[in-house]
Structures are given as structure tokens and as C-alpha cells.
């Protein structure tokens, strides 16, 4: 796959869905402790997203750090816009901040 294909489709995963997570492996099979647990704060507040997983092909991995200019994984994306790693979408689920965010941006019920 070339650069240009591929963020192509990155894009098109942050601008046709509301919420995307790219991370090492997928919901179901997570391939990394953080990417677990990012995943399993998303299904814990009953958002529905799309898992990329991001392992499948490292041209992909580098072409994302790139788009995202965040250097790991996983990396959550709501309404196109990154919020951040495993780290930070903890801490602002601790502190009710990332629910506030879904709810504003119409992604989980106010």
C-alpha cells in the first residue's frame, strides 16, 4: 500500500466514524495490555467504535504516527479529532472528562 493510499484511509476512518480506535490488535483480540484496556474503557461506557488494528502492517503504523504526530498505540480519534493514548483516555475517564467530551460531541447520550 503507498503513503497516499493509506492515509487516505485513515482518513476515512476518523471522517466516517464517530469514534475509531487504533490499536494492537482488535476489541475482541487485544495484542496489548494499554490497547485492552482502551478498548475496555469504550465498552465499559457503551460506545460503539471501530478497531483498527494497527500491528497488521507496519507502513501503516509509521503512515498513522504521521497523520496523528502521536508516537504509540493505542491512539483514540472521536469526530476526526485525536484525544490521545491508552494514559490519557484513562485519566480523563477517572476524572469524567472523556464522557463529557462523547457526550458533547454526540456520541453517547447527555
Known amino acids: 500500500m503507498s503513503n497516499e493510499t493509506i492515509l487516505n484511509q485513515i482518513k476515512k476512518d476518523v ?3 464517530d469514534v475509531v480506535l487504533y490499536m494492537k ?4 483480540q487485544p495484542r496489548c495490555g494499554f490497547s485492552a484496556v482502551a478498548a475496555q474503557i469504550l465498552g465499559a461506557l457503551g460506545v460503539a467504535f471501530k478497531d483498527v488494528d494497527a500491528l497488521s502492517d507496519p507502513e501503516f503504523r509509521d503512515t498513522l504516527k504521521e497523520y496523528s504526530n502521536w508516537p504509540t498505540l493505542p491512539q483514540l480519534f472521536v469526530k476526526g479529532e485525536l484525544v490521545g493514548g491508552c494514559d490519557i483516555m484513562k485519566e480523563m475517564y477517572q476524572t469524567g472528562e472523556l464522557q ?3 457526550k458533547e460531541k454526540g456520541v453517547i447520550a447527555a
Open 15 to 17: 471522517t466516517g466514524n
Open 25 to 28: 490488535g482488535t476489541a475482541a
Open 100 to 102: 463529557e467530551l462523547l
